[in-house]
């Protein structure tokens, strides 16, 4: 599933860019991706866009706010991703609204408790999804995995 995100961010500059569902999956097919990654992937990304969509009333948030986590968030999430949210909402990369979202999007994930590499595609899906703007500096940290490249 993460790799369809990769190559979702990657091809397509902008949610609005991507095609219709059918032939966004005949394009994935195409380009080698498994059927269970793909309805994986456009099932998490309906996901997002259902989340967005009910996050208006999240928009009323203080950016002061402070977010406690409930014992289940913390093991599925698991403290690097944590520790990797604080430093993205403290550098003011995204704000509370956002953090909501990415929350709910790394909840949806099998994974537990969820990698880092995994949770920076995550992040940059969310963020990717709302056409936000994002410093070079933060975008760099998101696009790499201790050094690694996470794009292809």
Same mark, same amino acid.
């Given at each position: 599933?993460?790799?369809?995100?990769?190559?979702?961010?990657?091809?397509?500059? $902008?949610?609005?860019?991507?095609?219709?569902?059918?032939? @966004? $999956?005949?394009?994935?097919?195409?380009?080698?991706?498994?059927?269970?990654?793909?309805?994986?992937?456009?099932?998490?990304?309906?996901? @997002?866009? #259902? +989340? $967005? =969509?009910?996050?208006?009333?999240?928009?009323?948030?203080?950016? +002061?706010?402070?977010?406690?986590?409930?014992?289940? #968030?913390?093991?599925?999430?698991?403290?690097?991703?944590?520790?990797?949210?604080?430093?993205?909402?403290?550098?003011?990369?995204?704000?509370?609204?956002?953090?909501?979202?990415?929350?709910?999007?790394?909840?949806? +994930?099998?994974?537990?408790?969820?990698? @880092?590499?995994?949770?920076?595609?995550? $992040?940059?899906?969310?963020?990717?999804?709302?056409?936000?703007?994002?410093?070079?500096?933060?975008?760099? =940290?998101?696009?790499?995995?201790?050094?690694?490249? @996470?794009?292809?």
């Amino acid at each position: 599933m993460f790799d369809v995100l990769v190559y979702l961010f990657e091809n397509y500059y $902008t949610p609005d860019a991507c095609p219709s569902t059918d032939v @966004l $999956t005949k394009r994935l097919v195409a380009a080698g991706f498994e059927h269970e990654d793909i309805s994986d992937a456009i099932g998490w990304l309906y996901g @997002l866009a #259902e +989340t $967005t =969509e009910q996050s208006g009333e999240l928009s009323d948030m203080s950016a +002061t706010s402070t977010r406690v986590y409930a014992n289940f #968030e913390q093991l599925h999430l698991g403290p690097e991703a944590i520790g990797f949210l604080c430093f993205l909402e403290n550098s003011g990369a995204i704000t509370p609204a956002l953090r909501e979202i990415v929350i709910d999007r790394a909840m949806a +994930t099998p994974d537990a408790p969820v990698s @880092l590499e995994h949770f920076k595609i995550i $992040t940059l899906m969310v963020l990717w999804s709302q056409e936000a703007e994002v410093d070079h500096l933060v975008l760099e =940290e998101l696009l790499t995995d201790d050094g690694a490249k @996470l794009l292809h």
